[in-house]
Every structure is written in C-alpha cells, then in structure tokens.
C-alpha cells in the first residue's frame, strides 16, 4: 500500500545528541515536507523539498537540517539536540501533479524527547 | 504574512448538538482554504477544502472572503467526530506551502 513512512516512531535523546529522523515514501510524488506539532501551537513548517535538488526552509528551521537522498527519501537532522526541540515531528508528501491541490499526506509522526 | 486563526482550542458539544469549528485568516491574495482532521491514534488526513464545495461526513464549510473566515459546521454531531481539527491556508511567495492554525479538539458527549 502507498505510504508515507517515519522512523523512528519513538525516540527519547539526551541534550546535545545529534539525532535523525527519516521519512521514506511509496507515493511518487515530488514534494515532501517536514513538519513540527506542539500543543497549542499547531503544525509549523520546518523544510520542504519539492525535489531531490531543492531544499526550502520552512518557518522554523533553525536548529534543523534536512537531506533529500532520493525522491522517496527525506530525512530531517538536529546536530545539537535541546529540550525545545522535544515535539511530535510529521513528514508529508504532496504531489504537484494532481493539480496541485493543496493534499498533503502525512506519515505518524515521530514522538521526540530531548531531556 | 498569511496566518490562520483558530480560536477555540477545545470544543464540546453533545451527540446530536451542531457544531462549528472557527476558522479565520489573513491572506492578501486569493485564499485556498482547507480544513484537516486527526483522529485519535490516526495520521492527519484531509476532511475537505473549499474549492471542491463538498459535504465530507457531513461536514460542510463555507469560504466567507467578507468576515475571512472558513467555518467548519455539522448539524449533528456524532461521537466518532471527537478529533483534532486544523485549519490550513495555501499560498505565499510562488512556492507551495500550508500555513495551518493552531487547532480546535471537537469532543463529542455521548
């Protein structure tokens, strides 16, 4: 079944780990995303890429990196983990073709904790 | 700048009661509006946008361009509406992106 993949699901991480998520698709499509969810602050955009060389910064960037090592891959880093970054990450896809809907698809989430 | 404003961050209702989830927006140019919803233990998934002008589970939503607002409502509500609802805008600066609001929780009283 097309989806849209994260690992970890789970991590819990000591301050100033470097720690990587990753994000891997089975949907073809070009665009892929990573997002942040805190309670009661909603989803922000952390980097987007709409494909393998273009790499964006989202509204909260600093403090991450991101690599897109194929189209179905994207993968989100934090050199220095802080216990700011503990959130609930989303990774998501879209595909342009489709007329550029404004459907995102998202994978579960990866629930980070920096202590 | 575009922003999204949800300004409820709970809402409960009981079965059988109409509901409606606010939604307004700052946008300067033409507004896409959507609306997304997360179910307990399920990703976040599409409900409905407002260019389709659709009925999704019975909800429905309404662009409102005078108030800039984009509503969303049901007549009854039901218990397996009770989730996460954000709203989302589409636009900025020639590239694409979702610029989501902060989220209303819909609990449903049984």
């Known amino acids: 079944d097309a989806d849209v993949t994260q690992t970890p699901r789970n991590r819990i991480t000591k301050t100033g780990k470097r720690i990587m998520l990753e994000c891997s698709q089975t949907?073809?499509?070009?665009?892929m995303y990573w997002y942040r969810q805190d309670p009661g602050l909603g989803l922000r955009l952390i980097y987007y890429?709409?494909?393998?060389?273009?790499?964006n910064k989202g509204e909260i960037s600093d403090g991450y990196s991101v690599s897109r090592q194929a189209q179905a891959k994207f993968s989100l880093s934090l050199e220095s983990a802080i216990p700011n970054q503990t959130a609930l990450y989303f990774c998501?896809?879209?595909?342009?073709?489709?007329?550029?809907?404004?459907?995102?698809?998202f994978g579960e989430g990866s629930r980070l904790t920096v202590l | 700048a575009q922003r999204v404003t949800q300004p409820e961050k709970l809402l409960s209702v009981f079965k059988g009661a109409p509901v409606e989830l606010k939604c307004n927006y700052s946008?300067?140019?033409?507004?896409?509006l959507f609306w997304y919803v997360q179910y307990s233990r399920q990703r976040l998934q599409l409900l409905l946008r407002?260019?389709s002008r659709e009925s999704i589970k019975g909800f429905t939503a309404d662009l409102n361009k005078g108030e800039t607002s984009f509503h969303l409502k049901k007549p009854f509500a039901q218990e397996e509406d009770s989730a996460m609802y954000y709203c989302?805008?589409?636009?900025?600066?020639?590239?694409?992106?979702?610029?989501f609001g902060k989220g209303t929780k819909l609990s449903v009283i049984p």
């Open positions: 998501a896809t879209s595909d342009p073709r489709q007329g550029d809907t404004g459907e995102l698809f």
């Open positions: 949907k073809g499509h070009d665009r």
């Open positions: 890429s709409f494909d393998v060389k273009d790499i």
């Open positions: 946008y300067s140019g033409s507004p896409e």
């Open positions: 407002h260019i």
């Open positions: 989302a805008l589409k636009g900025g600066a020639g590239s694409y992106q979702l610029t």
